[in-house]
C-alpha cells in the first residue's frame, strides 16, 4: 500500500440518481460494491441525501452525471458532496462521466454567464477535493477549477472499435472546423485520410448552415466524429454535405449521447450504417435504434479511480 492509499482510507463509491448502470459497472470492475445512500425526494422538490453507514476517514467517489433531469442531477451531486464532507470523508472525489454546460465555457455574447466556470465554482464551494470528466466539450475548461482533476477520452475506446473494421476505404469527416484538431487525432490513430465540413453561424440564435467540405470523401466509407450529439442537426447536415459529394457508407462517432429531441428521428431518417457511443449518459429505450452501438467506459473510470486512490499516475494508462 503507498502513504496515499493509507491517508484516505478504503474506496467507497456511490451512484447517483443519473447513472446507475455505469455506476454498477465501475463496481463490478473494481470488485467495491456500491456504498448504500438514500436519495429523497420531498414533495417540494427538495433534496435529501442520507448515508447507509459512516465514511469517516474513508476515499469517496461519488458517481453522477448530468444527464435529464439535469437541475436535479446537478443538485443532488452537490448535496451528496456536502453529505459525505460533513461525515469527515477522508478525500472527496466527484466522477462526471457528463459535465454540463460545457459549450457555456465563454462569454461569446454580451450579457450571458459562462456556466461552466459557475458549475465549477458550485463543485469546489460544496466541497469537492478532486474531479474526473470524460471528454470535455473545451479544454479549457479545466482552468476553471483550482482543486486537481482528471479530464479524460473515449478517444482510446472509440478508436480501438473501429481498428477492428476495414477500414481500408475510409475517411474521418468532422462536422465542423471546431472539432477539426481532434478529428486530425482519429484519423492518425486510424490511419485513414481526413476531410472537415465548414460551416458558418446565421442568424442571432446560434442556428449553422454548412457551407462546403474540404477533402475528399467521393467513393469513400465515411466515419462522422464528434465528442456529444444534442438535437443532431450539424450530423445531419454534415450527412447530406458527404452524400452530395459521394460518400458511400456513413458512420458516426461520438462520446456523449445527449440526444434531445429531434435526435432520434433524424438518426432513424438517416442514411446511417452505424452510430456508435459509450455509455457516459444512459439512452433510454425509446432512443436505442438498432444501429447503435454502445460501448462502456466503465473500465476507464474503474482504473483511473483506482491510480488515483493508490497515487499512481493516470497518464500511464494512455502512455503519457
Request: hydrophobic share 40%; glycine share 6%.
Amino acid at each position: 500500500m503507498t502513504s496515499s492509499t493509507i491517508s484516505y482510507g478504503d474506496i467507497k463509491l456511490f451512484a447517483g440518481s443519473s447513472c446507475p448502470e455505469l455506476a454498477q459497472r465501475i463496481s463490478d470492475h473494481l470488485n467495491i460494491p456500491l456504498s448504500p445512500w438514500k436519495v429523497i425526494d420531498f414533495p417540494n422538490e427538495n433534496l435529501l441525501v442520507k448515508l447507509g453507514g459512516s465514511v469517516r476517514g474513508q476515499d469517496v467517489y461519488i458517481i453522477q452525471g448530468h444527464s435529464r433531469p439535469v437541475h436535479r442531477n446537478i443538485m443532488e451531486m452537490l448535496l451528496a458532496i456536502d453529505c459525505v464532507k460533513r461525515d469527515s470523508a477522508g478525500r472527496v472525489t466527484v466522477v462526471m462521466p457528463f459535465l454540463a454546460y460545457s459549450q457555456s465555457d465563454k462569454k461569446d455574447q454580451p450579457r450571458i454567464p459562462i456556466s461552466a466556470r459557475l458549475l465549477a465554482d458550485l463543485i469546489e464551494v460544496s466541497g469537492a477535493d478532486r474531479w474526473i470528466t470524460v471528454d470535455l466539450h473545451s479544454d479549457q475548461i479545466q482552468g476553471f477549477y483550482k482543486i486537481p482533476g482528471d479530464a479524460l477520452t473515449a478517444f482510446y475506446i472509440l478508436t480501438d472499435y473501429l481498428r477492428k473494421q476495414d477500414l481500408s476505404n475510409s475517411v474521418v469527416v468532422t462536422p465542423d472546423l471546431g472539432f477539426a484538431k481532434k478529428g486530425r487525432n482519429y484519423a492518425a490513430a486510424l490511419n485513414v485520410p481526413l476531410a472537415f465540413i465548414e460551416k458558418r453561424r446565421i442568424g442571432n440564435d446560434g442556428r449553422r448552415e454548412a457551407l462546403s467540405l474540404i477533402g475528399n470523401v467521393e467513393g469513400k466509407n465515411v466515419i462522422i466524429v464528434d465528442d456529444l450529439v444534442d438535437t443532431a442537426g450539424s450530423i445531419k447536415q454534415a450527412i447530406e454535405v458527404v452524400k452530395a459529394h459521394g460518400a458511400l457508407d456513413v458512420q458516426v462517432v461520438f462520446t456523449h449521447p445527449v440526444l434531445s429531441d429531434p435526435a432520434t428521428e433524424r438518426f432513424s431518417s438517416l442514411p446511417i450504417k452505424e452510430i456508435i457511443t459509450t455509455d457516459t449518459i444512459p439512452i433510454p429505450e425509446k432512443n436505442m435504434l438498432p444501429n447503435i452501438t454502445v460501448l462502456s467506459v466503465a473500465s476507464l473510470l474503474g482504473e483511473v479511480i483506482l491510480r488515483t486512490h493508490e497515487g499512481r499516475s493516470v497518464g500511464e494508462l494512455f502512455n503519457e
